[in-house]
């Protein structure tokens, strides 16, 4: 496989790009990461999501450890060639590590005097049951 078109990626100078993982069929923000030149070609051979774990230094296979892995249905790439966003079909509806379906179940409620984050999406998995 030609990776002419990997040469076209704006990686940053640590050699990563931030990848947006949105819900092929809802169109719902699931979660961001990040993708270095091999995540992102092993994703598009796999056509699985694969991340670069900044905490772990290391290629994360997502589901890797609770088994919700991420199918891509399509790759897009943003003007300045410097976000990767892929629609994906969640298996196990589950992306965030908290256990729900979105890692973005926060929401800054501006009514009132003082602007608080309150929490809208349930827990649908206890993570302790998910990760060991």
């Known amino acids: 496989m030609s ?7 704006n990686f940053d100078s640590n050699g990563l790009i931030p990848a947006i993982a949105q819900d092929h ?9 990040w993708m270095n030149a091999e995540a992102l070609a092993e994703t598009v051979a796999t056509q699985r999501a694969v991340y670069w774990s900044r905490s772990r230094q290391r290629l994360w296979r997502k589901g890797e450890e609770s088994g919700h892995h991420q199918s891509v249905r399509s790759i897009r790439l943003d003007c300045d ?36 984050w309150e929490i809208t999406d349930p827990v649908l998995k206890d993570p302790k049951s998910i990760y060991s």
């Open 3 to 9: 990776m002419s078109w990997l040469d076209q990626v």
């Open 81 to 116: 060639a410097d976000v990767i966003l892929l629609t994906v079909e969640q298996h196990g509806d589950i992306a965030c590590h908290t256990g729900r379906h979105s890692c973005f179940f926060q929401r800054l409620n501006t009514n009132g005097d003082t602007p608080k």
């Open 25 to 33: 069929l809802s169109g719902r923000i699931l979660m961001v990461a």
